[in-house]
């Protein structure tokens, strides 16, 4: 056998090694590589920013724990955005069922800066039905959601008096990892009643949905971990995402060499008459 | 009995929330919004309770599991006491108290993220196993997916300063034609699919072919 055929068969355990190492030495001694914010992430932050005092923003928790590393960062930073604009008044819930138990954890960690809960914002919790949900919630708030997560009747919180449909809602953000997540919303939310949308999403799914960037049906996305270390530095705020792009930057340089190796070994291997 | 109710409730039900999505007919009680309303409120509750008869689908499964002694059978039990424990505080003690966000911090997070981040391993040996360049359609993908790899990536704007702007180009361009050709056909597929369970040629969805 020769050294190509053995680096072409190589042990998938050495491969997980060399990983974790790589991986590992970044998120124990940071580096802090320069970052370039992309126009995507950009276009949430401005339109956050440029929200008046009193506007009614949802965010709609629609992840669970398994891509809790790569969209926990995102909420993060889009909650901290939220909670620095005086007046805003910030609905969570969730069309995934283990949503709102994230966006508590999230509330107990962050600095609402005086925001006070009924008042300034609510957690309303998980309706189950995917899209069948979402269409109820835009169509009858307090019906989809008679009490909170928190078991209060949603008539004795103030901030909820004035907000019945998606028609008083001026943006909604999902952080949505899966089905139901962008489609869904575009179809029941942002189309029928014009609600502004934007979505924090696992990177694999960003490229399905950039169409809907590019033809304005949202105003921009949080693309993976990335795109909460991008946002955590338009807030200048350091978080678990910036420190982790170190080790993503590295585990992309792992498997870029890896498959520079694989290929060299395949042709220099094949043109030997080895491998195939 | 059995085909004609769900069929003719189903294309009743259809037609009234398809209507109302672009039409606005009548007032109060007896407008099309008013019926499409109640009857998504009747599918949450249908949803809700299916959660229910999934939750006791689930427990009879793996009762049958650890029964027969199947491979992994301890799994299951393992499965079935979660399932309880986690079933009973949450419904006796609300899933705000202490005690279920301890199991909840403790077992389910680590463990749901832990199984998602060991995609990177297998990422990881797939790519080096199966990203060779065999052919032109492979050499394609393997360049393109190296570039936005690249341009994806903090250290890659290091390497290569155009990186960044040549990957945001493969997004826009190909990756945005494709995807969009993808969007249409299944939302085409989707129209059509739901035109037949409307009037009742498909119904697969009632357990028959």
């Given at each position: 056998?020769?050294?190509?055929?053995k680096?072409l068969?190589?042990?998938?355990?050495?491969?997980?090694?060399i990983?974790?190492?790589v991986?590992?030495?970044?998120?124990?001694f940071?580096?802090?590589?320069?970052?370039?914010?992309?126009r995507?992430?950009?276009?949430v932050?401005?339109y956050?920013e440029?929200?008046?005092?009193?506007?009614?923003v949802?965010v709609?928790f629609?992840?669970?724990?398994s891509?809790y590393?790569?969209?926990?960062?995102?909420?993060?930073?889009i909650?901290?955005h939220l909670?620095?604009?005086?007046?805003?008044?910030?609905?969570?819930?969730?069309?995934?069922?283990?949503g709102?138990?994230l966006?508590e954890?999230?509330?107990e960690?962050?600095?609402?800066h005086?925001?006070?809960?009924g008042?300034?914002?609510?957690n309303?919790?998980?309706?189950p039905?995917?899209?069948?949900a979402?269409?109820?919630?835009?169509?009858?708030?307090?019906?989809?959601?008679?009490?909170?997560?928190?078991?209060?009747?949603?008539?004795?919180?103030?901030?909820?008096?004035?907000?019945k449909?998606?028609?008083?809602?001026?943006?909604?953000?999902?952080?949505?990892?899966?089905?139901?997540g962008?489609?869904?919303?575009?179809?029941?939310?942002?189309?029928?009643?014009?609600?502004?949308?934007?979505?924090?999403?696992?990177?694999?799914?960003?490229?399905?949905?950039m169409?809907?960037?590019?033809?304005?049906?949202?105003?921009?996305?949080?693309?993976?971990?990335r795109?909460?270390?991008?946002?955590?530095?338009l807030?200048d705020?350091?978080?678990t995402?910036?420190v982790?792009?170190?080790?993503?930057?590295?585990s992309?340089?792992v498997?870029l060499?890896f498959?520079?190796?694989?290929?060299?070994?395949?042709?220099l291997?094949?043109?030997k008459?080895?491998?195939? | 009995?059995?085909?004609?109710?769900?069929?003719?409730?189903?294309?009743v039900?259809?037609?009234?929330?398809?209507?109302?999505?672009?039409?606005?007919?009548?007032?109060?009680?007896?407008?099309?919004?008013?019926?499409?309303r109640?009857?998504q409120?009747w599918?949450?509750?249908?949803a809700?309770?299916?959660?229910?008869?999934a939750?006791?689908?689930?427990?009879?499964?793996?009762v049958?599991?650890?029964?027969?002694?199947?491979?992994?059978?301890?799994?299951?039990?393992?499965?079935i006491?979660?399932?309880?424990?986690?079933?009973i505080?949450?419904?006796?003690?609300?899933t705000?108290?202490?005690?279920?966000?301890y199991?909840?911090?403790?077992?389910?997070v680590?463990i749901d993220a832990?199984?998602?981040?060991?995609?990177a391993?297998?990422?990881?040996?797939a790519?080096?196993r199966?990203?060779?360049a065999?052919?032109?359609?492979a050499?394609v993908?393997?360049?393109?997916?190296?570039?936005?790899?690249?341009?994806?990536?903090?250290?890659?704007?290091?390497?290569w300063?155009?990186?960044?702007?040549?990957?945001n180009?493969?997004?826009?361009?190909?990756?945005m034609?494709?995807?969009?050709?993808?969007?249409?056909?299944s939302?085409?597929?989707?129209?059509s699919l739901?035109?037949?369970?409307l009037?009742?040629?498909?119904?697969?969805?009632?357990?028959?072919?």
């Amino acid at each position: 056998m020769s050294v190509w055929d053995k680096l072409l068969s190589l042990d998938r355990r050495w491969i997980y090694l060399i990983l974790f190492v790589v991986v590992s030495y970044p998120l124990l001694f940071p580096i802090g590589l320069p970052l370039t914010v992309s126009r995507e992430t950009h276009r949430v932050y401005d339109y956050i920013e440029s929200l008046p005092p009193e506007s009614v923003v949802v965010v709609s928790f629609d992840y669970s724990p398994s891509s809790y590393a790569e969209q926990h960062p995102q909420a993060v930073a889009i909650m901290n955005h939220l909670m620095r604009k005086p007046g805003v008044k910030i609905i969570c819930t969730a069309f995934w069922e283990q949503g709102p138990m994230l966006c508590e954890e999230l509330l107990e960690s962050i600095d609402t800066h005086g925001k006070e809960y009924g008042k300034d914002y609510v957690n309303l919790g998980f309706v189950p039905g995917g899209e069948t949900a979402m269409s109820a919630f835009a169509g009858d708030i307090p019906k989809t959601f008679p009490v909170d997560h928190r078991k209060n009747p949603i008539d004795t919180l103030p901030m909820m008096a004035d907000i019945k449909t998606a028609n008083d809602i001026d943006f909604f953000i999902s952080i949505a990892a899966g089905s139901p997540g962008v489609p869904e919303i575009v179809r029941q939310i942002e189309g029928p009643y014009k609600v502004p949308f934007a979505a924090g999403l696992v990177a694999i799914s960003v490229p399905i949905s950039m169409p809907y960037v590019q033809s304005g049906q949202m105003v921009g996305l949080l693309a993976g971990l990335r795109g909460a270390a991008e946002y955590e530095q338009l807030l200048d705020m350091k978080g678990t995402a910036t420190v982790g792009m170190d080790a993503i930057s590295f585990s992309h340089i792992v498997v870029l060499v890896f498959i520079i190796i694989s290929n060299v070994a395949y042709f220099l291997g094949r043109h030997k008459g080895g491998a195939k | 009995m059995k085909k004609e109710v769900p069929t003719i409730t189903t294309f009743v039900v259809g037609v009234i929330v398809i209507l109302d999505y672009f039409f606005q007919l009548g007032t109060g009680t007896l407008s099309l919004e008013y019926f499409s309303r109640e009857i998504q409120n009747w599918m949450l509750i249908v949803a809700a309770f299916a959660m229910g008869l999934a939750a006791i689908n689930l427990i009879r499964l793996h009762v049958v599991q650890i029964r027969q002694r199947k491979t992994g059978w301890y799994n299951s039990v393992a499965l079935i006491i979660t399932l309880v424990v986690m079933s009973i505080i949450g419904i006796s003690m609300g899933t705000d108290s202490p005690l279920y966000r301890y199991w909840y911090n403790a077992l389910l997070v680590p463990i749901d993220a832990t199984i998602f981040s060991l995609l990177a391993f297998y990422i990881t040996s797939a790519a080096y196993r199966a990203f060779r360049a065999r052919n032109f359609d492979a050499a394609v993908l393997l360049v393109t997916a190296f570039i936005v790899m690249l341009g994806r990536a903090p250290i890659g704007e290091q390497i290569w300063s155009s990186a960044p702007s040549v990957a945001n180009w493969i997004m826009d361009y190909p990756n945005m034609a494709g995807q969009r050709g993808i969007i249409i056909g299944s939302a085409i597929g989707a129209v059509s699919l739901g035109l037949r369970i409307l009037v009742g040629m498909e119904r697969t969805y009632l357990g028959q072919d």
